[in-house]
Each structure stands twice: as structure tokens, then as C-alpha cells.
């Protein structure tokens, strides 16, 4: 199994409808999650950081469910501009000499937002 | 203005012919990262340093290697660039990666195209 796994999408989705997906992780001593948007070939930026009790930014809510180890991101009242890739991003713990610093990207989720 | 600088944006060499590519920070992180970026592949981590002259191997080292002399650069070389090291790069900072409030600050990104 994938250490994080996203569904790639495309999801196509009209204007103004809500829309949600997942990101799963396979190593259960997680400890940070995030979600991060890109634009077509441009850098990923963060979105926002996935609180262990949910949370919530204007229209987007980020929720984690450590049991059974996904998190997720809804987007309420979709806009054309929020037609873009999601990356989740896990801080996975490695062993010592493991290498790598845990920060795991997931391969993305696409959303088109259509009129 | 808080940000990472990459240079050059667009590259296009021919195998074998040594190149550097540049990454600069303003925002005195200590953590910087190189990535790749390939379709159906997401980012893949190449390099990595926590700080002054201490780096360490990605989930993609083979055919790069890096350097951290001072704080706020950390440059990826390609000693005898391939085909298969076409790809989208991107350079990060982060003060302390994988904490809430810490996230990762992208560079702009360099398209290498090797002939």
C-alpha cells in the first residue's frame, strides 16, 4: 500500500455545487497533515494545515479521521478559481538512518469547476 | 517579500553537459528540499538539507547532488544531465517542515528538457 494515496480525479464539477474528497495514509504514527493547492504548472501552495478536530476556512473545511487514517477536503459553493490540483501532504515518522524527512506528498486530486 | 528564487524558470541542455540550477531563500529557513515533478508521478523528493552543510538523500538522489554552504542557498547539480531528468523541479523552505504553521514555501519552478 501507498504511503498516501489520493484519488486523481478529474473530478468535473458545476459551479456552485459542494464538493469533497480523500486522502489516505498508510502509516498510522502520522503526526501533521496538509493540504496544499497547485495551479497548472505552477509551485503547490498551502492551503491549509488539517487539525486534529477539523477545521474550517471560509468555505473550505479540512477534516482528519486518525482510525481510520484519511483525511478529507470540502469545498462549499465551488467558484470557477478553485479549479485546480489538492495535494495532501503527510509528515510521516521514519526510522533513524531511514532517510528522507517524512513530509510525503500524495500524486494529487484535479478539479475542474465548470459554468 | 518573503519568497524562493529559482533560476533559470526554462532549461533546455543536451545529455551529458553539466548544470546547476539555483534556489535562493529570504526568510533565513534552515530546511530547504529539491523536488521533481512528473505526470502520474506527483513530487518526488530529491534532496534535502536541515541546515548548513547538512543534506541528505530524497526518495530520488541517483544522478543529482547538492550543496548548503550558507543558509539561504541550495543548488541542485546535474553533473552529466540524461533524458530520463526531464522533468518540473521545485525548491522549498520551511523554518521547521511538518508542523502546523510551518509550511513549506515553493520556488517557481524550472522545466529542464534534456535532448
Known amino acids: 500500500r501507498k504511503e498516501v494515496e489520493q484519488d486523481p480525479g478529474p473530478f468535473n464539477v458545476p459551479e456552485g455545487a459542494t464538493v469533497a474528497f480523500n486522502c489516505t495514509y498508510s502509516n498510522s504514527a502520522s503526526q501533521s497533515f496538509f493540504w496544499y493547492r497547485q495551479d497548472c504548472r505552477k509551485e503547490p501552495k498551502l492551503l491549509m494545515s488539517v487539525y486534529s478536530s477539523g477545521n474550517e476556512d471560509g468555505r473550505f473545511t479540512a477534516q482528519l479521521n486518525r482510525a481510520s487514517q484519511y483525511i478529507s477536503l470540502l469545498i462549499r459553493d465551488s467558484k470557477l478559481s478553485d479549479s485546480a490540483t489538492y495535494l495532501c501532504?503527510?509528515?510521516?515518522?521514519?526510522?533513524?538512518?531511514?532517510?528522507?524527512?517524512?513530509?510525503?506528498f500524495g500524486k494529487g486530486t484535479h478539479l475542474i469547476i465548470q459554468p | 517579500e518573503a519568497q524562493v528564487t529559482q533560476n533559470p524558470r526554462y532549461l533546455i541542455t543536451v545529455t551529458g553537459k553539466k548544470l546547476t540550477v539555483t534556489c535562493s531563500q529570504n526568510m533565513n529557513h534552515e530546511y530547504m528540499s529539491w523536488y521533481r515533478q512528473d505526470p502520474g508521478l506527483g513530487l518526488r523528493q530529491i534532496y534535502y538539507?536541515?541546515?548548513?552543510?547538512?543534506?541528505d538523500k530524497g526518495d530520488v538522489p541517483e544522478g543529482y547532488k547538492v550543496s548548503r554552504k550558507e543558509k539561504r542557498n541550495f543548488p541542485l547539480i546535474l553533473e552529466s544531465p540524461s533524458p530520463n531528468q526531464t522533468s518540473l523541479y521545485f525548491c522549498?523552505?520551511?523554518?521547521?517542515?511538518?508542523?502546523?504553521?510551518?509550511?513549506?514555501?515553493f520556488g517557481n519552478g524550472t522545466r529542464l528538457t534534456v535532448t
Open positions: 538539507s536541515m541546515n548548513v552543510e547538512v543534506t
Open positions: 501532504v503527510v509528515n510521516i515518522l521514519r526510522l533513524p538512518g531511514g532517510g528522507a524527512d517524512g513530509l510525503t
Open positions: 522549498a523552505s520551511s523554518q521547521n517542515p511538518g508542523t502546523m504553521g510551518s509550511p513549506l514555501h
